[in-house]
């Protein structure tokens, strides 16, 4: 949201430093802005239309990137081919996408997942692919129905908010995959034209930009780490178990319950949205 806010397409971005930096500096944070950009106009294109299948038709129950589609056309993206700033291709390149939800094999019908009986959040596990799980899909799969009923705030998520959850995470991967130009120099690492200092080092507010849009990539990345970790956990157990190797799917299931993995995608969601807010008001000054 900030960054879409404060956005300004006719002005590159400026620095005090050398004139490689800068450059570099400009293409960075066009790049962000694009991701940002993008990954906005993915939720504010999916969520009132989840917001609607939720209340109305039915649950999805398996919002992932494979499953959502995305077109890029028209004359916003003509208008980004004929771009010159490299702020104004960002905007231009963001506002040409469309996008699209398919795939509704594991969806239930709305009012009855919202029930108690069957087909409801109590009989139905968790479904999909785990890795866009939240913590209350990972608590109603390992600790089952009575887990949610002593943790009314998953229980909501799980109830009712499970496909906007998996939407969010959707969002956050394509801002860190969009976001595609490296990383300043850092850590004393000298840049092509001698300079050598870290990233964020300098005053600029592009500088700081770049120091908090860093961070957020690398508490991204934490949380992923843990959600594939935990999903190669669950794989491994679904294999031992559909083989009927009782002993092994036995060990894997006694993994993720060890690893509390509802707990520890809570701490790593917290620093990410920690992160996500020092972005914001970043951008904001």
């Known amino acids: 949201e900030a960054a879409a ?10 620095d005090e430093s050398s004139p490689a930096r800068s ?11 694009e991701a940002v950009l993008s990954a906005r106009s993915m939720v504010a ?16 129950r398996d919002i992932n990137s494979r499953n959502l589609l995305v077109h890029a056309g028209g004359a916003e993206a003509e208008a980004a081919e004929a771009a010159q700033a490299l702020l104004e291709t960002a905007v231009a390149r963001a506002s040409a996408l469309r996008f699209f939800v398919v795939d509704f094999g594991s969806s239930m019908d709305a009012s009855t997942w919202k029930g108690d009986g069957e087909g409801s ?7 999909g692919d785990a890795r866009y799980w939240g913590p209350a899909s990972w608590a109603r799969h390992l600790g089952g129905p009575h887990e949610l009923l002593q943790a009314p705030a998953l229980l909501k998520q799980y109830a009712q908010r499970l496909d906007m959850f998996s939407l969010a995470v959707c969002a956050m991967e394509a801002l860190a995959a969009l976001h595609c130009e490296e990383a300043l120099p850092r850590d004393g690492e000298a840049a092509a034209d001698g300079d050598v200092r870290r990233l964020g080092d300098g005053d600029s507010p592009a500088d700081h930009i770049a120091e908090k849009a860093e961070q957020l990539m690398g508490s991204w990345e934490s949380y992923w780490k843990l959600a594939l970790e935990s999903f190669d956990r669950l794989t491994s157990y679904s294999h031992f178990a559909c083989c009927g190797d009782e002993h092994r799917a036995g060990l894997c299931w006694e993994e993720l319950r060890q690893a509390d993995v509802p707990k520890a995608l809570r701490g790593r969601l917290a620093a990410l949205c920690d992160a996500l807010g020092s972005l914001a008001e970043a951008l904001k000054r």
Not at 5 to 14: H, Y
Not at 23 to 33: K, V
Not at 45 to 60: C, F, S, V, Y
């Open 23 to 33: 450059r570099q500096l400009d293409a960075y944070c066009a790049s962000l802005l």
């Open 45 to 60: 294109a999916l969520a009132p239309t989840l917001g609607r299948l939720n209340a109305e038709i039915a649950m999805h």
């Open 121 to 127: 959040w109590q009989t139905e596990n968790p479904t």
């Open 5 to 14: 806010g404060e956005a300004e397409p006719s002005a590159e971005v400026s």
